[in-house]
């Protein structure tokens, strides 16, 4: 039994860890689905285009100055992407702006493309970040440990913004009745882009954890995380912040479990990697069947 | 004469907000029959037990005789249940039917906020209501092998139409229609699917009184022609009045009175519910 | 019918077998090697499966993003069941497994099979997720094309797909023949027949009372399902149906490009055939085949000098270096979904009676013009 702790304790590790960054990406999703009623396609991808902005800033900035630019950078980014592809759209139907979600990210992703030339780019080594670690005998990086401790502070001010604030208020106003916030005079563009600024935010913090991990960049690198992100927000409910990083951590130490299935099952073969990503998703289609509205989730009836 | 629907302690319950609180009510054939209260009094949430829309949480909804639509609180709801009859049909089957099939049935019905088929034109919206009763399979339809059973569907909406008064309109879009025949088109749809029982959501809403007049003979005409029974909601007095055979009331979910139109018409507790009391005198 | 349907029904028939006359003629005279067969074979097998996502999306209002994976389903199909035994045995294709299928088949029977099993998988996919709404309906497809992705390159299932390897050496292109004879059959023109004949069931489908019950469904389901219109029973065989045409697309894919890989499957293709149904007009099945094309022709040919360092006699190998050409695309599309959202063809059909409207429009213009002029 310690024998099998101590072989597989990594994939543990490892599952906590990136839980904590989908936890990131997630909140992203589940905001702005809980405000405006749309899956953000494009989210993951400006994630990846926070891990690219990093690996251009680094190599001609110190990261004290990179890494606030980087933040700075991908919260412009959040602002314009809004502003540009779905404040036209508002009175659209949601196909459309779902649309042009879809078609941002495909823009994204082409850009990352031109600009790197479609080669991987190496990450940076961010110096606390990388520092290799000693756990139980499972050799790490401090970022492993560091993710789940940051996602939890980030998630706790995140909550007391949202509880505390004016525009916390004016958010939980707005997620809970659109048309009627609008008419108490909220101003709903304020609000908007405020979610998108701080969805964008803590993707770029996820960028920094997840990308010190794998270490490289691609243009298609944010299409995964983002996508398993979306996963774990429906699972814990979407618009719930809390049902969202539950089922970020949920889900990465699922996916962790499966990847390390060769010796944890005791089951060889070469699959078991690509197979965790297939469980997400038939993950996905189980928890929309059983219970469409996840863990923390409120139902909705339509009006006839 | 025969009863064609009747409702057994219907009671619909949201959350923990009942809507519709053990209405009974009774549709005899060959009648025409309203259901009438104040705003927020749970007649469209009736008529939406009645179609199937909603699963009502208690009570029993008959059709011909037969039960079509059955249920009783259970689970969590039996726990949350604020309606009265709990347990009165705790050991029937739950018969739980989508819309289509309570159409399928011979029970139509129009939307209190009119709900044409936008992107079609007069004849399509009356002719897609056709397909209930569309026999051929969709290989068939593909290949024109059912090319009669498209000619008698189109043959149908022609003859439909034509009574309507709606032929001239048949090219336009429905939804460019005046108000006044946008309803008749929803009517005319509904009846395109051959009901024995047509329930109207409001059909006067938005006309004037001229047009309330021309609809009250237009609702007497349709049901002499094509032999059917009316159940509606409505909130004009004199279209209720004048037309009715027996008038429900509700109030706050509850049926508070129910008789002839001129029964309905002294009655107090009517009376109260839509002047409302004053309770500080 | 009345006369004017007739007429236009002929005058229709009329331009499509000008088409084909031309693309026989093409195939013909120009060489095998031309770029205008890549565009036109492309293109074709694009529209066909931009035609039934259109029926999912533009006529039965279902967001579906399943596509790819319908796609790759009938690539797989096809290219497992046309590779000739001999090279199932030998080792060329498959090296590192054993192949359990043990015979093969024509073209034809490889084509249906492909959209069989598509339709098939759909089908069954189909029961859970077709009662979920637009957006979670959305995001289920895509995951399921993402499992079947995941699936078909576990070595799990080597002896069947060949692992994460290429499948080749089927009946592609290059080896159609007439049925029962070795005289070489024009690919071109096979794959216009193939699209040509998939496509015109679609339309007649449309137009049949099962298209009108689609359409009332995208229209209004709440009204559509008082008509008596199972919702369930309709977007399943909408589902079913658009799924597939997926796979015979696929299998046509599989064919145009001698090799098929899990790989070639992936989410940003459903992507690009979204955008394509956008660009040329949810519910237009005629703008879905002219934004094929002109998606393909642009991206395959016309505007492939932004790829390579010179365009329009501007040379810029700076700027125009690999990858902007799909960036300038992804702006073009950008701008077509947020200015110009109801495409080429709104959700209009392509007519003569358009076109001469469209010309006397012109004239009526050109003329004023010219007043103002004069």
Not at chain 1, 23 to 31: H, K, N, R, V
Not at chain 2, 90 to 111: E, N, W, Y
Not at chain 3, 223 to 249: C, Q, T
Request: glycine fraction near 8%; hydrophobic fraction near 50%; include cysteine.
């Amino acid at each position: 039994m310690a024998d099998f702790f101590h072989q597989n304790l990594s994939y543990f590790l490892s599952g906590i860890s990136v839980g904590g960054q989908y936890a990131l990406i997630a909140i992203g999703y589940t905001m702005v689905y809980g405000i405006l009623r749309l899956i953000n396609f494009a989210h993951g991808d400006v994630f990846m285009c926070a891990g690219l902005m990093m690996v251009y800033l680094s190599s001609s900035f110190p990261f004290f100055i990179s890494i606030p630019l980087v933040l700075a950078m991908t919260v412009v980014l959040g602002f314009v992407i809004e502003r540009v592809a779905y404040k036209p759209l508002r009175s659209a139907p949601r196909m459309s702006v779902m649309i042009s979600a879809i078609g941002v990210s495909y823009l994204l992703q082409n850009a990352a493309l031109y600009f790197t030339g479609g080669l991987a780019k190496v990450y940076p080594e961010i110096p606390v970040l990388s520092r290799s670690v000693q756990i139980g005998g499972a050799a790490t990086r401090l970022v492993t440990l560091v993710t789940p401790f940051l996602t939890v502070i980030l998630v706790v001010l995140l909550t007391l913004l949202i509880k505390h604030t004016k525009i916390g208020m004016a958010m939980r106003a707005v997620s809970r009745d659109f048309e009627t916030s609008q008419l108490m005079g909220i101003r709903i563009n304020k609000v908007i882009s405020m979610t998108f600024m701080l969805g964008s935010l803590l993707a770029a913090v996820a960028s920094f954890l997840y990308f010190t991990n794998y270490a490289s960049v691609t243009p298609t690198s944010g299409s995964m995380p983002g996508l398993k992100a979306f996963v774990a927000a429906v699972f814990g409910g979407i618009g719930s912040i809390p049902g969202a990083v539950i089922g970020a951590f949920i889900i990465g130490i699922c996916e962790n479990i499966i990847k390390g299935g060769a010796s944890i099952f005791g089951i060889p073969g070469s699959g078991w990697t690509t197979f965790s990503d297939a469980f997400t998703f038939a993950f996905l289609i189980v928890v929309l069947i059983v219970k469409p509205t996840g863990l923390f989730g409120e139902k909705s009836v339509d009006k006839v | 004469m025969s009863t064609l629907l009747e409702l057994e302690h219907v009671t619909m319950q949201f959350g923990g907000v009942v809507a519709v609180n053990d209405l009974s009510l009774h549709v005899d054939d060959d009648e025409i029959i309203a259901l009438i209260g104040p705003n927020g009094a749970g007649k469209t949430t009736a008529f939406n037990c009645i179609t199937g829309v909603y699963e009502p949480t208690n009570g029993r909804i008959s059709f011909e005789g037969r039960p079509i639509i059955v249920n009783h609180p259970s689970g969590r709801m039996r726990k949350m249940y604020g309606g009265s009859e709990a347990d009165l049909f705790a050991d029937d089957r739950v018969i739980d039917p989508t819309p289509d099939q309570i159409t399928k049935l011979g029970i139509a019905r129009t939307f209190q906020n009119i709900r044409l088929f936008r992107s079609m034109n007069v004849f399509d919206n009356v002719l897609t209501a056709m397909h209930i009763r569309a026999k051929a399979n969709v290989f068939s339809s593909v290949f024109r092998l059912s090319w009669r059973e498209e000619r008698q569907m189109r043959r149908e909406t022609e003859k439909l139409l034509r009574e309507q008064g709606l032929w001239e309109h048949r090219d336009e879009k429905a939804t460019s229609l005046p108000y006044g025949f946008q309803r008749r088109l929803e009517i005319a749809r509904a009846l395109a699917t051959q009901p024995r029982l047509l329930l109207l959501d409001e059909p006067a809403a938005g006309m004037n009184p001229q047009e309330t007049l021309e609809l009250s003979a237009f609702i007497r005409e349709i049901k002499e022609r094509y032999g059917l029974t009316v159940l509606m909601i409505e909130h004009h007095m004199d279209l209720v009045m004048g037309i009715s055979d027996r008038v429900y009331v509700l109030d706050f979910g509850s049926l508070i009175a129910d008789g002839t139109p001129d029964e309905i018409q002294a009655d107090q507790r009517v009376i109260d519910a839509y002047l409302g009391v004053s309770e500080d005198v | 019918m009345d006369k004017e349907k007739r007429n236009h029904l002929i005058r229709l028939f009329v331009a499509i077998a000008l088409v084909y006359g031309m693309v026989a003629v093409l195939e013909a005279t120009l060489r095998p090697t031309s770029i205008v067969f890549t565009v036109l074979r492309k293109g074709a097998i694009y529209s066909l499966v931009a035609v039934s996502m259109n029926l999912l999306n533009g006529f039965t209002g279902l967001f579906s993003l399943g596509q790819a994976g319908f796609m790759l389903l009938g690539a797989y199909t096809y290219a497992i069941l046309t590779m000739p035994t001999a090279v199932k045995e030998s080792d060329r294709v498959y090296r590192y497994y054993d192949c359990i299928v043990h015979f093969d088949t024509g073209v034809i029977v490889g084509l249906i099979a492909a959209g069989l099993v598509a339709a098939l998988f759909a089908f069954l996919i189909g029961l859970p997720v077709l009662r979920l709404k637009s957006d979670y309906l959305a995001i289920a497809t895509l995951g399921f094309a993402e499992i079947i992705r995941a699936i078909f390159q576990w070595d799990v299932l080597g002896p069947l797909t060949n692992g994460a390897n290429l499948l080749r050496e089927f009946k592609d292109l290059s080896r159609i023949t007439l049925p029962f004879s070795d005289i070489p059959f024009p690919p071109t023109l096979f794959v216009f027949i193939v699209v040509g004949i998939c496509i015109l069931l679609i339309v007649l489908l449309i137009n049949s009372t099962y298209g009108r019950a689609f359409k009332a469904i995208r229209d209004d389901e709440i009204a559509a399902e008082a008509m008596g219109i199972s919702l369930f029973r309709h977007k399943e065989l909408s589902f079913v149906i658009s799924s597939f045409f997926a796979g015979v697309s696929g299998a046509l894919l599989a064919m145009f490009q001698y090799t098929v890989q899990a790989q070639q499957f992936r989410t940003v293709l459903t992507y690009e055939l979204l955008l394509i149904v956008v660009i040329g007009g949810i519910g237009s099945i005629s703008g879905s085949c002219i934004a094929s094309f002109l998606y393909i022709a642009l991206s395959e040919w016309w505007l492939r000098g932004l790829d390579m360092g010179r365009f329009l006699g501007i040379d810029a190998p700076d700027l125009f270096r690999s990858g902007f050409r799909r960036l300038v695309f992804s702006v073009i599309i950008m701008v077509i979904v947020l200015f110009f959202s109801r495409g080429i063809m709104g959700d209009k059909e392509l007519s003569f009676e358009r076109f001469k409207d469209g010309m006397k429009g012109m004239k009526a213009r050109l003329a004023r013009t010219k007043e103002v002029k004069g």
